[in-house]
């Protein structure tokens, strides 16, 4: 049963436009949010992450909103760039348990100059 | 500085040999992590090791998988009578400490099993 969804398994968006990335969570236990980004042949690298005491969390070009009503995170890229073109993953963690971080499948963006 | 390290970076073995995989993590990292992606999923935990003890080994899959880790340092996952399931990429983290949310992670070794 899968905890952490992201039901697009990619995404195609123009250079200098909006990337919205969707995360949708069924336990709600979690309390921390994070999202990681990976390039072919690398392993994931932290992008930003979010606390489930706030709604919003910015930093640069890259804002995480949090609904926790929803159960829905998602990861606002602004403006897109190129070199943003890799897979993000969207993780989470539970209350007590912060070092076991649950993964989504992943969805893969491609930014088009 | 230095990132974490796996090795080998690629692995192909047959069904039914033991494999060993290698995570060096960065230095001064007391927690490490391992998990592991199969084709089309995300990652999954596998195993915790807080210094050389490994308070959370609950998502190995089975008892032909362990791991230690020795001075607090370098870490090895050994999988028994690999089987094709097995196939996937394995991920190694590590962190500062344990309370860290963000988790550093190697390039990954890619199993085969044939």
């Not at chain 1, 009503?69 to 890799?86: F, T, Y």
């Not at chain 1, 007590?96 to 100059?113: A, D, E, I, R």
């Not at chain 2, 028994?80 to 949310?101: F, H, I, K, P």
């Amino acid at each position: 049963d899968q905890q952490v969804k992201q039901n697009s398994p990619s995404l195609s968006v123009q250079e200098g436009r909006i990337s919205i990335l969707n995360c949708d969570y069924t336990n709600s236990m979690f309390d921390y949010f994070l999202w990681y980004k990976k390039y072919p042949a690398e392993g994931p690298t932290f992008l930003i992450s979010i606390s489930s005491i706030k709604d919003k969390n910015e930093d640069g070009r890259f804002t995480v909103f949090l609904n926790k009503s929803a159960k829905h995170l998602s990861l606002h890229i602004v403006p897109s760039q190129p070199g943003d073109s890799a897979v993000y993953f969207c993780a989470a963690s539970l209350i007590g348990s912060n070092y076991k971080l649950t993964f989504g499948k992943g969805t893969l963006l491609t930014v088009n100059p | 500085g230095a990132g974490v390290s796996q090795s080998p970076s690629n692995k192909v073995t047959e069904k039914g040999k033991d494999v060993e995989l290698r995570c060096d993590p960065i230095s001064g990292h007391t927690a490490l992590y391992w998990y592991r992606q199969s084709l089309g999923q995300g990652l999954e935990f596998l195993i915790y090791f807080q210094g050389n003890s490994a308070p959370d080994k609950s998502g190995l899959p089975s008892d032909r998988f362990s791991a230690e880790r020795t001075g607090g340092s370098v870490s090895t996952l050994t999988i028994q009578r690999t089987q094709q399931e097995d196939s996937a990429v394995y991920l190694c983290a590590s962190s500062l400490n344990r309370g860290d949310n963000e988790q550093f992670f190697g390039p990954g070794t890619r199993l085969t099993v044939l």
